[in-house]
């Protein structure tokens, strides 16, 4: 027998702004037992607690009391800016709270369509647009700083481009198009991984140097199948290279080539669910995977959203509507 719940006949009663309130309560203590933050205030006070001054970068800014949703704010010793811990941040004047930001990190790292995001967080398309822009702009540039080392493999995968500008509806052309966008592929033994838009079509020498140089460390061994456009970044990076016939039959390509194929082929099933998304944010797309990637292979030592949480509170990234 269903025993009665006795809170029934308290929350009855409640008009809406009432039950609005507590159920927001309710969230919030959910996510402090989950993830040890309920708030943004809180969340702040274990990765934000000493921000610099954001308009002249001067650490260690003074104390400046409270603002209304308990966020500390400071003052800067130097410049006088006045500002609180999401200042600069692309969390700062969030409507919503701390909650529904942590159930849309989730969606966004299962990489779930926008109108289902929307739903699911009880938030707007508008919104849920703005927001993945958002996280976008904190992992802007986030591959700069990956560079591959030791033994390392490289590989292209194709998507298509379905942006109308580029032929998409008409006829199909045979083999590969200029209606397909190239991504250059590369992971290192130490599974750091790259993924790089280098343009339509099949993949010029100077493309794929520009794209993939600047994340190679001199002096690696790379492997790869004997793509024309790889000649001059080996040359380039100084790699010595184990080039395999691209074969599905010989064992040695297979073995070679797994790790690199397996990236190839998680990202494309990331990517297939954003058929009919804007060329233009295909690259953000890419940061967000390898980012997250790297996030997962840590997520033993550290639960991935907190991490992520952490990661948006600690990144100086501002959204740019470009509306
Ligand atoms: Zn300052």
Avoid at 49 to 75: A, I, K, V
Avoid at 106 to 133: K, S, Y
Avoid at 153 to 175: F, I, P
Wanted: include cysteine; charge should be positive; glycine fraction near 8%.
């Amino acid at each position: 027998m269903t025993r009665a719940n006795p809170y029934e006949g308290f929350v009855s009663p409640l008009d809406a702004g009432e039950f609005r309130s507590l159920s927001s309560a309710v969230s919030e203590r959910e996510c402090r037992e989950r993830h040890g933050f309920g708030t943004f205030a809180e969340a702040a006070a274990i990765y934000r607690p000493n921000p610099p001054c954001p308009r002249c970068g001067l650490p260690d800014p003074g104390r400046d009391g409270f603002t209304d949703s308990g966020l500390q704010r400071f003052e800067c010793r130097s410049c006088g800016c006045r500002f609180n811990s999401l200042t600069g941040t692309v969390l700062e004047h969030s409507k919503k709270g701390m909650p529904t930001w942590v159930g849309f990190v989730n969606v966004m790292r299962f990489n779930v369509p926008l109108d289902a995001a929307a739903e699911l967080c009880g938030i707007t398309h508008q919104t849920a647009f703005e927001w993945r822009h958002r996280i976008f702009a904190t992992v802007d540039g986030y591959q700069d700083k990956i560079v591959l080392r030791d033994t390392s493999w490289l590989d292209e995968t194709y998507v298509n481009d379905t942006d109308l500008s580029h032929g998409y509806g008409e006829a199909r052309k045979r083999g590969l198009s200029k209606q397909k966008v190239c991504i250059a592929v590369a992971i290192d033994v130490h599974k750091n991984p790259v993924a790089v838009v280098i343009g339509h079509g099949k993949p010029s020498s100077r493309r794929m140097e520009e794209g993939m140089l600047p994340h190679i460390a001199p002096g690696p061994h790379m492997v790869h199948d004997r793509e024309k456009s790889h000649g001059v970044l080996i040359r380039k990076a100084g790699l010595t290279d184990e080039a395999h016939k691209a074969d599905v039959r010989d064992p040695e390509y297979l073995e070679g080539m797994q790790m690199v194929n397996s990236l190839c082929s998680w990202i494309k099933r990331y990517l297939w669910r954003f058929n009919g998304m804007s060329m233009d944010n295909l690259q953000s797309y890419l940061n967000w995977y390898v980012y997250l990637f790297r996030v997962k292979q840590a997520s033993e030592r550290w639960p991935e959203t907190e991490r992520v949480v952490r990661h948006l509170l600690t990144t100086a990234a501002r959204y740019r509507s470009s509306t």
